[in-house]
Nanobody, 125 residues
Framework: QVHLVESGGGSVQAGDSVTLSCEIS????????LGWFRQAPGKEREFVTAAPWHGERTEYAASVQGRFTISRDNAKNTAYLQMNSLKPEDTAVYYC??????????????????WGRGTRITVSS
């Protein structure tokens, strides 16, 4: 059973930086695509970023490109989301996701069978 647990959420000010972590158990992280989605209040859950295990490409939503960075430490079975220059519109619950799929756009919720429970980030102006 693959299990994902996010941490690092909280309340911050616009312009601040935050790093979210995602600890993964029950699987060998090195062969998984890892990613993050988010859901803002009253909105649909949306893609943020994804990185296949082979490292040949990384996908980012246009709204976070240049500000957010996904990374992974396979030895620690942990994924990270570094978020810089945060804006109030980044306020959301952030979900860590994992998949054995490594091809295709990797931007659909249906690409990911494994989800964490989420961690909330609130950005104040």
């Amino acid at each position: 059973q693959v299990h994902l647990v996010e941490s690092g959420g909280g309340s911050v000010q616009a312009g601040d930086s935050v790093t979210l972590s995602c600890e993964i158990s029950g699987a060998t992280l090195s062969r998984f695509t890892l990613g993050w989605f988010r859901q803002a209040p009253g909105k649909e859950r949306e893609f943020v970023t994804a990185a296949p295990w082979h490292g040949e490409r990384t996908e980012y939503a246009a709204s976070v490109q240049g500000r957010f960075t996904i990374s992974r430490d396979n030895a620690k079975n942990t994924a990270y989301l570094q978020m810089n220059s945060l804006k109030p519109e980044d306020t959301a619950v952030y979900y860590c996701v994992a998949s054995r799929q490594t091809t295709g756009p990797l931007r659909a919720k249906s690409d990911y069978p494994y989800w964490g429970r989420g961690t909330r980030i609130t950005v104040s102006s």
